[in-house]
Nanobody, 116 residues
């Protein structure tokens, strides 16, 4: 499974941004996908995730109600809609996929920078 993120960039606070993660390869084996982020000097943390089968979603408390995770099954693409961005949302966002047998895959990340 290969994952390629896009959609990051430099935006002003208050602006919305949508990240995309295009999956290719053995996408039939994916059972869940998610977005992670890693601020400088910190460990990578989960932002949002969704199960592919039932579509259930989970969010870290700090983004619930502000970020929305979704997926286009036809395009094999996952999205993260981020609204009302703040400078503290500045970091690299990574796409993750987990396969049925437990394998984990990562994209290379996309930088989001929010200026005040």
């Amino acid at each position: 499974v290969q994952l390629v993120e896009s959609g990051g960039g430099l935006v002003q606070a208050g602006i919305s941004l949508r990240l995309s993660c295009a999956a290719s390869g053995s996408t039939f084996s994916i059972s869940a996908m998610g977005w992670y982020r890693r601020a400088p000097g910190k460990q990578r943390e989960l932002v949002a995730a969704m199960a592919i089968g039932g579509g259930s979603t989970t969010y870290t408390d700090s983004v619930r109600g502000r970020f929305t995770i979704s997926r286009d099954n036809v395009k094999n693409t996952m999205y993260l809609q981020m609204s009302s961005l703040k400078p503290e949302h500045t970091t690299v966002y990574y796409c993750n996929a987990r396969a049925l047998l437990g394998e984990k895959y990562w994209g290379r990340g996309t930088q989001v920078t929010v200026s005040s």
